[in-house]
């Protein structure tokens, strides 16, 4: 026991976790308020050694509540979200969002925060508060370091001598007779404006290739390195998000979860998926799809290759399954996190996730 809670390592599969309980009289929000901010640098210390850090028990049951918390670690917050799921800001506050308003079906896998784009978030928190009551919905959790590690030498050294380009297509004011329902967004909801001006400014301050298209949409492309150095430790860590942006993701995704939980409608979906997007892909081409990842000089990357890094990724997840008020704080430079769909479609998680102060990547 330390300072009024309970440390330990999650166990299991894995050591990534650690554990901070609340014990008996020490399980408000208001305590753990002050001992996060008593105990800042110790939490820092524990986050490099473990990379995901979980408080557990202390009744957290409102987007305020989470807020005014992570303010006394992290008081740069930032409310700027590039990426492509659909989110809402929870009433209330300022920079806590819905981790995504993505249907519970609908797979997302293992990703950095936003590695496709120059900066990155340094740190995210995750807070659950409405938890599953079906089987399902766990925020899965990985460590890049190892799939960096584990991958195929000559496969990551293609990945390291090409880098990644990332492509996202986000809606317009109309939408094409044929056009892909993985277009999550519209540009205005992702950058908060109706403004071209604005948008045009912030892409090219950020070094993102862009194009007006039919309908008012937009296309971003962003081209990257596929590995980055951990910005404290200097280890090599999988930094990008091909295994996400490619078309092959969502059948992929429904595949494994089928392998894992043995249902055989995930097998279904799996094929469903697989030839909707072989479909759109043949008639709209790679660079009108929702969002795809190719090599960094155009070239399109094996299904083969995106097929052994998922399955490395699979190998080392780590499955946390949510309670009441649990609160995760993640080092997004190297410990990745997706989401389990839920066996009940009619079963909602809300998850809220705060993004900190971004960290620029180097070129």
């Given at each position: 026991i330390m300072a009024g809670v309970d440390v330990c390592v999650s166990g299991g599969e894995s050591d990534l976790l650690l554990v901070i309980?609340?014990?008996q009289g020490n399980d408000s929000a208001p305590f753990l308020k002050a001992w996060v901010k008593e105990n800042k640098t110790w939490i820092d210390e524990k986050l490099l050694q473990k990379g995901a850090i979980l408080f557990r028990g202390f009744h957290v049951t409102e987007g305020s509540e989470l807020e005014d918390i992570l303010k006394q670690y992290e008081p740069e917050l930032s409310d700027e979200y590039r990426g492509v799921a659909p989110r809402?800001?929870?009433?209330?506050?300022?920079y806590v969002f819905s981790a995504s308003e993505l249907p519970p079906y609908f797979p997302i896998p293992q990703?950095?925060?936003?590695?496709?784009?120059?900066?990155?978030?340094?740190?995210?928190?995750?807070?659950c508060l409405d938890p599953p009551t079906s089987p399902g919905g766990e925020?899965?959790?990985?460590?890049f370091k190892k799939v960096h590690d584990q991958m195929d030498p000559k496969i990551r050294k293609e990945f390291e001598d090409k880098g990644v380009m990332h492509v996202r297509n986000y809606?317009?004011?109309?939408?094409?007779?044929?056009?892909d329902p993985t277009m999550l967004k519209g540009w205005q909801d992702v950058f908060g404006t109706t403004s071209r001006e604005v948008v045009e400014e912030e892409l090219r301050k950020s070094g993102a290739e862009f194009q007006w298209r039919d309908g008012d949409s937009l296309r971003i492309v962003d081209r990257g390195s596929a590995i980055e150095e951990h910005p404290v430790t200097g280890e090599k860590v999988w930094f990008n998000h091909s295994q996400v942006f490619h078309w092959s993701m969502?059948?992929?995704?429904?595949?494994?979860i089928y392998?894992?939980?043995g249902k055989l409608k995930y097998l279904v979906l799996s094929w469903v998926m697989w030839l909707l997007k072989v479909i759109l892909f043949t008639f709209l081409g790679p660079?009108?799809?929702?969002?795809?990842a190719c090599f960094g000089d155009g070239s399109e990357i094996p299904e083969s290759y995106l097929e052994h890094i998922r399955d490395v990724m699979w190998k080392n997840m780590v499955f946390n399954r949510w309670e009441l008020g649990d609160i995760v704080l993640l080092d997004n430079y190297w410990i990745s996190h997706g989401r389990q769909v839920l066996m009940c479609s009619s079963v909602a998680i809300c998850l809220m996730g705060v993004v900190s102060t971004a960290l620029q990547r180097q070129p």
């Amino acid at each position: 026991i330390m300072a009024g809670v309970d440390v330990c390592v999650s166990g299991g599969e894995s050591d990534l976790l650690l554990v901070i309980r609340a014990t008996q009289g020490n399980d408000s929000a208001p305590f753990l308020k002050a001992w996060v901010k008593e105990n800042k640098t110790w939490i820092d210390e524990k986050l490099l050694q473990k990379g995901a850090i979980l408080f557990r028990g202390f009744h957290v049951t409102e987007g305020s509540e989470l807020e005014d918390i992570l303010k006394q670690y992290e008081p740069e917050l930032s409310d700027e979200y590039r990426g492509v799921a659909p989110r809402k800001l929870l009433p209330g506050s300022k920079y806590v969002f819905s981790a995504s308003e993505l249907p519970p079906y609908f797979p997302i896998p293992q990703h950095l925060e936003m590695s496709f784009l120059p900066s990155p978030p340094r740190k995210i928190f995750f807070c659950c508060l409405d938890p599953p009551t079906s089987p399902g919905g766990e925020t899965c959790l990985c460590d890049f370091k190892k799939v960096h590690d584990q991958m195929d030498p000559k496969i990551r050294k293609e990945f390291e001598d090409k880098g990644v380009m990332h492509v996202r297509n986000y809606k317009g004011t109309k939408t094409g007779l044929l056009s892909d329902p993985t277009m999550l967004k519209g540009w205005q909801d992702v950058f908060g404006t109706t403004s071209r001006e604005v948008v045009e400014e912030e892409l090219r301050k950020s070094g993102a290739e862009f194009q007006w298209r039919d309908g008012d949409s937009l296309r971003i492309v962003d081209r990257g390195s596929a590995i980055e150095e951990h910005p404290v430790t200097g280890e090599k860590v999988w930094f990008n998000h091909s295994q996400v942006f490619h078309w092959s993701m969502i059948p992929s995704e429904y595949y494994r979860i089928y392998r894992r939980l043995g249902k055989l409608k995930y097998l279904v979906l799996s094929w469903v998926m697989w030839l909707l997007k072989v479909i759109l892909f043949t008639f709209l081409g790679p660079m009108r799809v929702g969002f795809h990842a190719c090599f960094g000089d155009g070239s399109e990357i094996p299904e083969s290759y995106l097929e052994h890094i998922r399955d490395v990724m699979w190998k080392n997840m780590v499955f946390n399954r949510w309670e009441l008020g649990d609160i995760v704080l993640l080092d997004n430079y190297w410990i990745s996190h997706g989401r389990q769909v839920l066996m009940c479609s009619s079963v909602a998680i809300c998850l809220m996730g705060v993004v900190s102060t971004a960290l620029q990547r180097q070129p």
